[in-house]
Structures are given as structure tokens and as C-alpha cells.
């Protein structure tokens, strides 16, 4: 067993290793959540934030969240991360990352020009904004782009409590875990999910329109020849992206379980696919099933089959992680494909993403925490928050630059 466990770990090692680094070196907040005004020098290493809870732990790693992905991982809308009290209603987030072959300055501004009202400092009351409101901007060495050009300019990798429910979780958490990956690492599959959800807000307004005889069903045609294409693009990305987490899976499993467990990752689409199928084959396939079931989606006003419902299925030893598998073999799994992800978007980018660790020690066991802790010193750079420094072993604490947050200031430690 020991034999094993040592070949498993080189090959863990291998797995893991870094060769290009990227790390985030200056933060700043202005009306950021609870941050007033906060400028935080970084830069490699372990970083470790600890303090009791709600005094603003997770709004930093929301932040640095947002540089690297353009939205909130913590938010139904971004607009909700600007301060209550903020004078102009505005919030700003500023960092400077270091890459491999440069450096870039990413700024984003969020704007809330109708915020909620106020009583007993909580708000009771939103407005809804219209359409045309714009809702942030963002900008790349000081020159505005587009939030599709400014996603992925860093990367990361996001390690949360809801991580950890993965796997017995909504099938929206796992599509989420995909997508959040690939549009970092790809601008093309980002700009087909986009386009894709907009016709699929589009093609459910025209099947209610069409069940309530106010257009014809032949209208259909035009939009789902682009959900044909689009949805086709995005099934092949996720597709080849679990390929590659599944050559990383095998080995973290099996090394996290002492050779008892072998997972694999399947994807389980809402309509049917085979892979021996072309391009074109697949795009007919996919219509004659939209085809077969218009007339369920024109009664429910929906859009029933896409990449927006599909799901991942957790396999250990070919059993069923959602079903079957006990709450520690859940978090395993877990683990594996978050840290299966880590190893995804370095491949795929040539770039070391920053590690977030949001408060995830205190939910996993003690042989885990060892885990994730032996391996968090290996990444360039690593942001890890925490309620109080007890839990981390001497050697950890002796690396790590320590911060206190307390209500919205943070002091080193």
C-alpha cells in the first residue's frame, strides 16, 4: 500500500506542478461591499484572511473573483455588490496581474444608479432597472472592452463551501462548474453561451406567444436553426473538457482514497447524442428531437432540450456518487474535480490560475484538510479564507502571510 501511495502521489506531483506563473500583485476596492476604500498589496504565495464571519472575508475573493470572470460567484446580480451607502452608488475594483510574458492592469466599475431604499441600515425596498441602464464597465490597461474581452485576462480557480456540493447538488452548480472554466480559458465557447441563452430567453417568449395563437409555430425555424448551431459548439467544449479532467480524476481519486476509488466524470446531455456523429449529424439529430417534442415545449411555453439542461453524473467504482455515495465520498469527489479543474485550465491557458480557498477547511475532515493543505503550497499564488488560524498546522502558518479582516479593514498580521 505504501509502494502505491508514493507512485501515486509522483504522479500527483506531476499532475499539479507549475511551470507559468501568474498571480495577482495589487488589489483595490472602492464601495466594494463593505470595503469603503481598500489597497492591498499581494503577491506569490499563500495568503491567508481570517476573521469571525460577515465582516468580509468572501467580498475578497468575490472581487478578485470578478477580475478574472466579470461577474459574482456570491450575487443574483452584480449590482448587488455595490455598497449600500455608496455616495455615487458606484463600486470599483482594480488589480494588477503579473503573467508570464507581461503584466496587465483590469479595472471593473459596477453601477447601481437606483439602489434600494434604506431603513434601520438593511435594504427593505429594490427597483427594477431598465433594460438600457448600464450595469458596469470594465477596462484592460486603461482601455474599456467588453466584458467577453475582459473574462479569462486572469484566471482562477474557485474553491467554496458550495463547491463541496457538487456533486448533490443542482444540475445548475455543475453546469456552472463547466462553464465557468471554459470561458476563462476560451473566448469563443464564452461568446456561443451567451448568444446561446439569449435565444433561448427569445425561442421561450415565442413558444408562449405561439400557444397563445398570437404567431406561428413556423416562426420556430429561424431560432432553432441557431440553437441547432450553438448548442452543438458548446456540447463539444464541455465534452472535450472532461475528457482532460478525466485523465487528471483517475489519478486524484485514487490517491485521495488509497487506491480504493476510481471516479470518472460523464456527461449526460437532455437530448440524445453519440459521438461517431459529424458536426452536421448531430445538428439534424438535434432537430428532428426538437421537432419531435414542439409540441410539449409549445404547451409549457419552454425550451426543454439543450445544453442549458444538461447535467454531470460522479462515477465511483461505476456507482453513483449522487445516489449512492456517502457523504465523505461526495467531498472526495468533489475535490478531485475541483482540483481536476486547477490542472485543466493550466494546460489549456500555459497560465498558473490563482487558487481561491473560501472557508472550505472547516468543512472537510481531518484527512482531507491534509490534503488540500499539502497541496495549496505548490500553486503560485493562493488567497485562503478562514474563520480563526487554529485548524492550519505550524508549517502552513510560517508560510503564509496573515491578514486579520474586521469589519471591511484588513491588517497584517
Not at 193 to 196: D, H, K, N
Not at 215 to 222: I, K, R
Given at each position: 500500500?505504501r509502494?502505491?501511495?508514493c507512485?501515486r502521489?509522483q504522479k500527483?506531483?506531476?499532475?499539479?506542478?507549475y511551470e507559468?506563473k501568474?498571480?495577482?500583485?495589487s488589489?483595490s476596492?472602492n464601495e466594494f461591499r463593505?470595503?469603503?476604500q481598500?489597497?492591498l498589496?499581494?503577491?506569490p504565495?499563500l495568503?491567508?484572511?481570517?476573521?469571525?464571519?460577515a465582516?468580509?472575508k468572501?467580498n475578497?475573493?468575490?472581487?478578485?473573483s470578478?477580475?478574472?470572470?466579470?461577474s459574482?460567484?456570491?450575487?443574483?446580480?452584480?449590482r448587488e455588490?455595490v455598497?449600500?451607502?455608496a455616495?455615487?452608488?458606484?463600486?470599483r475594483i482594480?488589480?494588477l496581474v503579473q503573467?508570464?510574458?507581461?503584466e496587465?492592469q483590469?479595472?471593473?466599475?459596477?453601477?447601481?444608479?437606483t439602489?434600494?431604499?434604506?431603513?434601520?441600515?438593511a435594504?427593505?425596498?429594490?427597483?427594477?432597472?431598465?433594460?438600457?441602464?448600464?450595469?458596469k464597465r470594465?477596462?484592460?490597461?486603461?482601455?474599456?472592452?467588453?466584458?467577453i474581452?475582459?473574462?479569462?485576462?486572469?484566471?482562477v480557480?474557485?474553491?467554496?463551501p458550495t463547491?463541496l456540493?457538487?456533486v448533490?447538488?443542482?444540475?445548475?452548480?455543475?453546469?456552472r462548474?463547466?462553464?465557468r472554466?471554459?470561458?476563462q480559458?476560451?473566448p469563443r465557447y464564452?461568446?456561443a453561451?451567451?448568444?446561446?441563452r439569449?435565444?433561448?430567453?427569445?425561442?421561450?417568449?415565442?413558444?408562449k406567444?405561439?400557444?397563445d395563437?398570437l404567431?406561428?409555430?413556423?416562426?420556430?425555424?429561424?431560432l432553432?436553426?441557431k440553437?441547432t448551431?450553438?448548442a452543438?459548439?458548446?456540447?463539444?467544449?464541455r465534452r472535450?473538457?472532461l475528457?482532460?479532467?478525466?485523465?487528471?480524476?483517475?489519478?486524484?481519486?485514487?490517491?485521495?482514497?488509497?487506491?480504493?476509488?476510481h471516479?470518472?466524470?460523464v456527461?449526460?446531455p437532455s437530448?440524445k447524442?453519440?459521438?461517431?456523429w459529424n458536426?452536421?449529424e448531430?445538428?439534424q439529430?438535434?432537430r428532428?428531437?426538437l421537432?419531435?417534442?414542439q409540441?410539449r415545449?409549445?404547451?409549457q411555453g419552454?425550451?426543454l432540450?439543450?445544453p442549458?439542461?444538461?447535467?454531470?453524473?460522479?462515477?465511483?467504482?461505476?456507482v453513483?456518487?449522487?445516489t449512492?455515495g456517502?457523504?465523505?465520498q461526495?467531498?472526495?469527489t468533489?475535490?478531485s474535480?475541483?482540483?481536476?479543474?486547477?490542472?485543466y485550465m493550466?494546460g489549456?491557458t500555459n497560465?498558473e490560475?490563482v487558487?481561491?480557498?473560501?472557508?472550505?477547511?472547516?468543512e472537510?475532515?481531518?484527512?482531507?484538510?491534509s490534503?488540500?493543505?499539502?497541496?495549496v503550497?505548490?500553486?503560485t499564488?493562493v488567497?485562503l479564507?478562514?474563520?480563526?488560524?487554529t485548524?492550519?498546522?505550524?508549517?502552513i502558518?510560517?508560510?503564509?502571510?496573515?491578514f486579520?479582516?474586521?469589519?471591511?479593514?484588513?491588517?497584517?498580521?
Open positions: 500500500m509502494n502505491f501511495c507512485q502521489q500527483l506531483r506531476k499532475i499539479l506542478l507559468h501568474m498571480y495577482l500583485s488589489l476596492l463593505n470595503y469603503k481598500l489597497d498589496s499581494l503577491g504565495g495568503f491567508l484572511f481570517y476573521g469571525e464571519n465582516q468580509g468572501t475578497l475573493l468575490e472581487a478578485v470578478m477580475l478574472a470572470t466579470g459574482s460567484f456570491h450575487a443574483a446580480a452584480d455588490v455598497n449600500w451607502e455616495p455615487d452608488h458606484i463600486a482594480q488589480g503573467r508570464e510574458e507581461d496587465v483590469l479595472e471593473m466599475v459596477i453601477f447601481d444608479p439602489p434600494p431604499i434604506i431603513e434601520n441600515n435594504p427593505v425596498q429594490t427597483v427594477e432597472l431598465p433594460s438600457t441602464t448600464p450595469r470594465v477596462k484592460v490597461n486603461g482601455v474599456p472592452r467588453r466584458t474581452d475582459f473574462i479569462g485576462q486572469m484566471k480557480v474557485l474553491f467554496a463547491d456540493h457538487l448533490d447538488g443542482s444540475p445548475e452548480e455543475r453546469r462548474f463547466l462553464d472554466a471554459l470561458c480559458v476560451q464564452c461568446a453561451l451567451v448568444q446561446y439569449k435565444i433561448v430567453t427569445q425561442r421561450s417568449a415565442l413558444l406567444r405561439i400557444r395563437n404567431e406561428n409555430p413556423h416562426m420556430l425555424d429561424y432553432d436553426d440553437l448551431t450553438l452543438n459548439m458548446i456540447i463539444f467544449e472535450r473538457m475528457d482532460i479532467l478525466n485523465e487528471q480524476t483517475q489519478t486524484l481519486q485514487e490517491t485521495l482514497s488509497g487506491g480504493r476509488e471516479l470518472q466524470i456527461y449526460r437530448f447524442i453519440n459521438s461517431d458536426t452536421l448531430a445538428q439529430h438535434y428532428e428531437q421537432r419531435t417534442i409540441k415545449e409549445i404547451v419552454v425550451c432540450l439543450g442549458h439542461r444538461d447535467d454531470l453524473e460522479f462515477l465511483v467504482n461505476g453513483n456518487m449522487l449512492y456517502s457523504r465523505g461526495q467531498r472526495t468533489a475535490l474535480a475541483k482540483l481536476a479543474e486547477l490542472a493550466r489549456s497560465d490560475p487558487l481561491l480557498l473560501d472557508d472550505v477547511f472547516s472537510l475532515d481531518s484527512q482531507r484538510r490534503y488540500l493543505l499539502h497541496h503550497l505548490q500553486h499564488q488567497l479564507t478562514a474563520t480563526d488560524t485548524d492550519f498546522p505550524p508549517e502558518l510560517q508560510k503564509a502571510h496573515t486579520e479582516v474586521m469589519n471591511g479593514e484588513v491588517k497584517q498580521v
